[in-house]
């Protein structure tokens, strides 16, 4: 029975990472550690006892007396807040799903790599922010990360057998997300309902949103240069509407290894839970002659910023990654409460970057996790001032 903990639960990569314990076998099957989710805590509480979790923590210190009253007379540990999330991951488990958006799942993961467990790591930020400190880790524990992103876990299926020297490029697809066919001149007035309607795929609203502005694909193009060690210039976006070719991986020889699946997340997530072997899947099979057409259009840098922007933050490297994803996350807050346009939003990260040697000197190399954390805030502070300046302006 392999021992497992999930981070970030009640999430939609977390809702899915449950669906296929509980048709895998549940309690059954595993030993569930420990759940971690935000503030939907009657489902936090419904997923620990379904699981039999030895641990439910929630983000919110002030939930802590619902969540107890929520699992009374279950045998289940209640915690709360940050340090115990971190205290969660101390726990020794086989298997840990890493599923807190943003740079709160930073820590959970540094913890669990430390067991020398096997980390499905869905969790964009710790790769952008701190991916040399990561895989360090998981190296000095003998631990192993394995994508739970589509894209990344679509390279890491196309590699296996494969020397990563023979790899000529890798080609991160992209559905072009809610506005990809909106004017150009017409995105700066997009709502926020608007660009959470994407057509390809149900996700939360920041991923979503993330989507429509291609942050999400900014910060994919940084995890592959990280995770697989290639070069920035061999890692190139194309856009593909149908969401059906996940990712490429094109080789010296000229050939190209295509991943194609249903646009399902669970894909990746069963991928990830059930390595090295494949199980079945609850998910949709292609019937390619219904499909009959797959099309590719290449990214307009004008309409996606982003792009450009993680570029910048690949050559400069150091902490550049934890204050882009940090500007990121504050504008996103910004355009969510209706303060920025959407296009505002990387203009805020732009100018954090634009100012990281003046505001933060140019030694600005990652030595410790200490450094990423100060950083994040720093940026946070900066993209705050700034976004509430363009606020200010409209």
């Not at 205290?87 to 488990?93: F, K, L, N, S, V």
């Not at 954090?352 to 190399?365: I, K, M, P, Y």
């Amino acid at each position: 029975m392999r021992s497992v903990s999930l981070f970030g639960a009640t999430g939609s990569i977390g809702e899915q990472t449950v669906e296929l314990l509980l048709r895998a076998g549940g309690a059954e099957a595993f030993g569930v550690v420990a759940l971690t989710g935000g503030r939907n805590l009657a489902r936090l509480a419904d997923m620990a006892r379904a699981l039999r979790a030895e641990i439910a923590v929630c983000a919110e210190p002030s939930d802590l007396a619902e969540l107890r009253a929520r699992l009374a007379g279950s045998g289940i540990e209640a915690a709360a807040g940050p340090d115990a999330i971190a205290e969660a991951a101390d726990r020794p488990a086989d298997w840990v799903m890493s599923a807190i958006v943003g740079a709160a799942g930073l820590v959970p993961g540094f913890r669990a790599l430390r067991h020398g467990a096997t980390l499905a790591l869905a969790n964009k930020e710790s790769l952008v922010t701190a991916g040399p400190l990561l895989m360090a880790e998981a190296a000095r524990h003998g631990a192993r990360i394995l994508p739970v992103d589509s894209e990344h876990s679509a390279i890491f299926q196309a590699l296996v057998g494969e020397d990563i020297a023979a790899v000529e490029r890798i080609i991160l697809t992209a559905s072009g997300g809610a506005l990809r066919d909106w004017p150009l001149e017409a995105l700066a007035k997009a709502t926020v309902a608007e660009a959470l309607a994407h057509p390809n795929w149900a996700m939360g609203q920041r991923i979503t949103i993330d989507s429509a502005s291609m942050f999400n694909k900014a910060l994919e193009v940084i995890e592959t240069r990280e995770f697989f060690g290639v070069a920035p210039d061999q890692i190139e976006v194309i856009v593909h509407p149908e969401s059906l070719i996940h990712s490429m991986v094109g080789f010296r020889d000229g050939a190209i290894m295509a991943h194609l699946g249903a646009p399902d997340m669970r894909h990746s997530i069963g991928y990830a839970l059930n390595w090295p072997e494949r199980a079945e899947l609850p998910v949709a099979r292609l019937d390619l002659a219904q499909i009959a057409t797959l099309s590719f259009r290449a990214p307009d840098l004008q309409r996606y910023p982003a792009l450009r922007l993680a570029r910048e933050v690949m050559a400069r490297r150091g902490l550049a990654g934890a204050a882009f994803t940090a500007a990121k996350e504050v504008a996103l807050d910004h355009f969510l409460a209706g303060e920025i346009g959407f296009m505002d939003m990387s203009a805020v990260v732009e100018t954090v970057l634009e100012g990281l040697n003046r505001d933060f000197g140019t030694n600005s190399a990652i030595m410790t996790l200490e450094d990423v954390q100060g950083m994040d805030h720093l940026a946070r502070m900066r993209a705050g001032e700034i976004a509430r300046a363009r606020a200010g302006e409209r």
